[in-house]
């Protein structure tokens, strides 16, 4: 994959990536068939003109996809490209359910084929595959700058330190005022906005924020909709709440991320700062597939390598979405382990 | 003065109770009123992109609007036939429209050489024996048995015989199976009265509207040239029924224009808006919307799959529900016991039929994934192997079983309804039970039955947490095409939609679905009212 | 004949002659009409409803097991006291009874019965139409017709000019003394001018269910033997 387009040495701003989506994409394709380790690999060529042939139109069949609304938009690209650049054929039924909620319902018992996740698996999740039969194989799609946010009118709140975004959420520390985490702040109570228990971005805040998993305090408002958490947010001058990093980028000025201080200073969520590491609440986003399903289902591999070279592609997912692109580097091995499990 | 006293005299009190009673009265109204209104409104404006138009744009279109409608309820005032007709002729299209979003998902799902094969090898053969049996008392009998046999003979020969349909163009199948018939239907009926010019013009005119609509139309994907045919017979077939019935009773036709009168003033509004100059709407409700799937770009996203999925559930869902319904309200009503131990079981069940439509949907989805979905099984033994989760047949049965309580007491209703006089009637003319309810009590309940089904139809298509619960997809990018396909509906697209990261899914792309959804609602509840008002004067 | 415990008749004894009319009457709640409802079973209808004794058609006892309620009633035909036309056509609903018995359906027979109800003049040319568009008194003729198209023996009439006004009143019984000529009527009635008017027997049922008096309508009318329908008949009872 060395002849691969995508520049990725730092995220630059916008403007110099307005490359064609399907380009970067079939071009990508093209070159992992060229490297031979598929015989029939399907070529994504629409708009490249690269004279490639076209041969995955025998291609068919239903891939099943549940799980978490953060990593929805990611599945509906890769899905919605796969069907205009390899093949219509293939159906994929698309569900938000939440990481766990995916996990419960569908994944677990064997009903969907992926399911997308915000958090990685649990070693418990991981045991009831088993029972069932099948190994969940995770792939890393994305990253995601998890961004604390306050109110616009907020005006004494600009960075936060881990440990005080613990204070606030913990459920030991009875703490409901502004002035409890700092005293220089308003004496006036906070008003809470997260994720419901069924979302992996709450499973990640607990574990990361407040330190144990599941753990939390139980007076604030939970919910599997963003939006529902900005309007929150937007609507009190003293809320706070967390919401995936696209939501806020694709938002500007309905509310106001915090800095963050992880102990190395303040950082300022941004894809940049998630990708280099220097933000502390960057994160993963996952998914997950059945090993048994992907052995079986040749158009669940095929349209697998379209993902993970689609999950490097810098429109789509940073532009469009919002979120922090795979490296190359990345893109290789989560292409191998692929491989390996296939065979 | 006294006497005086006593004319006069008024509880001042009781007066002013009265009055504020009136204005609290008035003032729930006008909440509710309003609050659908504005409701309405918000979506119209946000779905027609009226955010990006200049006001002036506005102004014009509005007035262009304003001014066709005025004009015709003006005009329609003055005399009771146009007004009558302009009503009709509007209800008759929202009916036809209606009966066309059917007819086309029903061909998406059976394929033109399905139906070809299946109108060929029995439809037609059972019509010409019906017109062509002259006897009453035979033709039904024959007309049954040709129609069972021809459709043995279509499923056994269906291979061959959609191979060889498959041959020809979608749109020349439905010309020869529907456009044509039709015709023949339409000159039998006109001949008669109309004489033979007339008759054979609007049949000749028929078949080259048949041959015309699918070549000269664009077909835009997914539509073909065919489904456009269907969609329009269907379209303008009740308006078709109205128009000759009207010319037949020799009353004036027109004010069958009207509906033509009033969107036209709207179309001459757009234009004479766009060609000002001023910023013009952008409409996320278009025909790219209601023809694409979900993309991750609001402009690119449409809510076509789930329109399909809505529609395919729904007429299985009916097809399901109806007859268990019908079967069960007239075995309580009719036959089921009333007195003893027996009519006290049947009392318990009929409390627990009216507790039942009272249970949350999503109790009904819990239910569907627990035993439609993945089946029941009595230790090795498996009672019902389970549909699978998400599938059309499991949303089907599961709303199915959902809107069956209404369906039940609103059947119920209507049967309860029959005058007890016509009974008497019936069987004082030594008629049997059976015979009584044949002929007697079923015709006369039917229009009430119909009405209630179709009622609880607009419910289930609104219906979101019991699809949730049995696992069907928010997305899908194709339609289904069969029972066991995986499928979404509208509301749930349109909830995905809510919870979208990109601002312009969360309010235009947003109203136009749900705008979609509430006219898709409203049109099904239009044709219950149509087939109700239509019973009433007939009564 | 009883509803539940409640004794409806008392030892109603009587002989209903071959074309003549009939007329039953009495004053509200005497059970006149429940006892024209035993003559062609209808009471079968009422769950709680009992009979004890015999009623004999041509000799056979209506009541016997033998006996299907339902070719009794194509022998004995009935008209209401409120029209209660189908919603159908005119056609059909005079039809309804030889559909309903399996019976050729043709025009003429539908023709004869408009004929004899005397309505064939007014509805001629549009017997496609609603039999609920005619007024109240055709509605009542039409259901004579439709009782008389499959040609019973016995016109079973209850109350049936009681809901119409004096004008359409007066041609059910101009008609009804027609129809005696080929059928036997028998007519409940609480208004004693018409029993006088058409009937040739009457028969005086007073509260309680007894049947009280049963003779020539002459001799009912002006020489009653017993006094209680003396006074009834003049008006100082019921």
């Given at each position: ?343 | ?83 009558l007709?302009?009503i009709s002729?509007?209800a ?318 609103s059947?119920?209703e209507a049967?309860?309804a029959v005058p ?23 015709p006369e309940a039917l229009p009430g039955i119909l009405t209630g089904?179709i009622l ?70 239009a044709v219950a009212i149509l087939v109700r008002n239509r019973y009433e004067r007939n009564q | ?86 919603p ?42 609603s039999?609920l568009e ?105």
């Amino acid at each position: 994959m060395s002849q691969d387009p995508h520049d990725r040495s730092g995220l630059p701003s916008r403007r110099n990536f307005l490359v064609s989506s399907s380009v970067v994409a079939a071009t990508a394709l093209a070159g992992c068939s060229g490297n031979g380790d598929d015989g029939d690999a399907g070529d994504g060529d629409t708009t490249s003109g690269d004279g490639g042939t076209t041969s995955a139109d025998e291609l068919s069949g239903t891939i099943r996809i549940s799980g978490s609304s953060t990593v929805y938009p990611v599945q509906v690209a890769a899905t919605e490209e796969f069907r205009a650049d390899v093949s219509d054929d293939v159906e994929f039924p698309i569900s938000r359910d939440g990481s766990t909620g995916g996990f419960e319902k569908f994944f677990l018992k064997g009903d969907s084929d992926i399911n997308g996740s915000s958090r990685p698996i649990l070693e418990e999740e991981v045991e009831r595959a088993r029972d069932q039969g099948f190994e969940p194989i995770e792939f890393q799609v994305a990253g995601d700058a998890l961004t604390a946010a306050v109110n616009n009118d907020n005006d004494w709140a600009e960075c936060i330190t881990i440990e005080e975004l613990s204070r606030i959420w913990s459920p030991d520390a009875e703490n409901e005022l502004w002035s409890d985490i700092r005293s220089e702040w308003p004496d006036e109570p906070f008003d809470l906005y997260g994720a419901a228990t069924t979302s992996g971005t709450f499973d990640y805040w607990t574990r990361e924020v407040v330190g144990e998993l599941r753990v939390i305090r139980d007076d604030f408002e939970g919910t599997e909709e963003d939006d529902l958490i900005a309007r929150g947010i937007s609507d009190n001058q003293y809320a706070h709440g967390y919401l995936p990093y696209a939501y806020y980028d694709n938002n500007p000025g309905s509310i106001k991320a915090l800095e963050i201080d992880g102990g190395e200073g303040c950082t300022e969520p941004s894809l940049t700062a998630a990708s280099d590491g220097t933000y502390p609440l960057a994160r993963p986003i996952f998914i997950y597939v059945n090993s048994n399903r992907l052995q079986e289902k040749e158009e669940l591999q095929e349209f697998l390598r379209y993902y993970i070279e689609l999950t490097g592609n810098q429109q789509i997912i940073a532009e469009e979405i919002g979120y922090v692109p795979m490296s190359d580097q990345e893109i290789q091995d989560n292409l191998n382990k692929l491989e390996e499990t296939i065979e | 003065m006294a006497t005086v006293d006593r004319l006069t005299f008024t509880n001042g009190l009781s007066k002013l109770k009265g009055a504020a009673f009136r204005l609290v009265c008035l003032g729930a109204t006008a909440v509710g009123v309003l609050a659908l209104a504005a409701l309405l409104l918000t979506v119209t404006w946000g779905a027609l992109g009226f955010d990006a138009a200049h006001p002036v744009w506005i102004l014009v279109v509005l007035t262009a609007t304003g001014l066709s409608t005025g004009g015709v309820v003006t005009y329609a005032r003055r005399d009771e036939t146009v007004k009558l007709a302009a009503i009709s002729s509007t209800a008759a299209l929202i009916g036809g429209a209606v009966l066309g979003v059917f007819a086309v998902v029903f061909q998406l799902i059976v394929t033109p050489s399905v139906w070809a094969a299946y109108a060929g090898g029995a439809l037609l053969p059972a019509l010409v024996t019906a017109l062509v049996i002259p006897n009453r008392r035979y033709r039904l009998p024959a007309t049954a048995a040709v129609l069972v046999g021809g459709g043995v003979v279509a499923t056994v020969a269906l291979d061959t015989l959609t191979e060889l349909a498959g041959a020809a163009d979608p749109w020349l199948l439905y010309l020869l199976t529907i456009v044509v018939p039709l015709a023949v239907l339409v000159w039998t009926r006109v001949e008669p009265t109309a004489g033979r010019r007339r008759a054979g013009l609007l049949a000749g005119g028929l078949v080259l509207a048949g041959v015309a609509v699918p070549l000269l139309t664009p077909a835009p994907d997914p539509l073909t040239p065919g489904l456009v045919l269907v969609f329009g017979l269907a379209l303008f077939s009740p308006l078709g029924v109205l128009a000759w019935r009207r010319f037949r009773n020799g009353q004036s036709n027109v004010g069958l224009a009207a509906p033509l009168v009033i969107v036209g003033g709207a179309v001459v509004g757009v234009v004479i808006a766009n060609a000002t100059g001023f910023a013009a709407a952008d409409p996320w409700l278009d025909w790219q919307f209601l023809t694409s799937p979900h993309s991750r770009l609001p402009e690119d996203a449409g809510l076509y799959p789930a329109v399909v999925g809505s529609f395919f559930i729904m007429m299985v869902m009916a097809a399901f529900a109806f007859p268990v319904s019908v079967g069960a309200a007239i075995y309580l009503e009719e036959y089921a016991p009333s007195t003893g131990w027996r009519g006290r079981i049947v009392q318990l069940i009929q409390v627990n039929i009216a507790n039942l439509a009272g249970v949350p949907s999503v109790v009904y989805g819990l239910l569907g994934l627990a035993i439609i979905a993945r089946g029941v099984s009595l230790g090795p033994f498996a009672l019902w192997p389970g549909t699978g989760t998400g599938v059309v047949t499991t949303a089907a049965f599961t709303l199915g079983l959902l809107i069956m309580p209404i369906t039940i007491i609103s059947a119920q209703e209507a049967i309860r309804a029959v005058p007890d006089a016509h009974r008497r009637a019936s069987y004082a003319m030594g008629a049997s039970d059976w015979h009584t309810l044949r002929n007697v009590v079923l015709p006369e309940a039917l229009p009430g039955i119909l009405t209630g089904t179709i009622l609880s139809l607009g419910r289930a298509i609104g219906e979101t947490a019991p699809l949730i619960m049995i696992g069907a997809a928010t997305t899908v990018y194709s339609p289904p095409t069969s029972l066991n396909d995986s499928v979404s509906a509208m509301p749930m697209q349109i909830y995905a939609w809510a919870g979208e990261f990109i601002a312009d899914f969360r309010t235009g792309v947003l109203s136009a679905g749900v705008l979609t959804l509430l006219l898709a609602m409203l049109a099904i509840n239009a044709v219950a009212i149509l087939v109700r008002n239509r019973y009433e004067r007939n009564q | 004949m009883w509803y539940g415990d409640d004794r409806a008749l008392h030892d109603v004894d009587m002989d209903i002659p071959e074309h003549r009319v009939t007329a039953i009457i009495g004053p509200s709640g005497c059970g006149k009409s429940t006892f024209l409802r035993c003559l062609n079973r209808m009471n079968d209808m009422v769950e709680s409803a009992r009979i004890e004794g015999a009623v004999r058609f041509d000799g056979t006892d209506i009541y016997d097991d033998a006996v299907d309620p339902i070719a009794l009633r194509r022998q004995i035909g009935m008209v209401f006291q409120h029209p209660n036309p189908f919603p159908k056509s005119i056609y059909d609903n005079v039809a309804y009874g030889l559909r309903v018995q399996d019976e050729p359906v043709d025009d003429d027979v539908v023709e004869t019965a408009l004929r004899r109800a005397a309505l064939w003049e007014e509805v001629e040319g549009q017997l496609d139409t609603s039999a609920l568009e005619l007024s109240g008194g055709q509605q009542q003729r039409l259901c004579i017709a439709r009782a008389i198209a499959v040609d019973p023996d016995v016109i079973l009439m209850d109350e049936p000019a009681s809901a119409l006004d004096p004008v359409a009143t007066a041609k059910i019984e101009d008609l009804i003394e027609e129809l005696a000529e080929e059928y036997t009527v028998v007519i409940v009635t609480h208004n004693m001018q018409q029993a006088a008017r058409i009937s040739d027997i009457t028969a005086v049922f007073l509260t309680g269910g007894n049947l009280v008096e049963i003779d020539r309508t002459e001799t009912v009318f002006k020489n009653p033997a017993h006094e209680r329908v003396e006074e009834y008949i003049t008006g100082q009872f019921g």
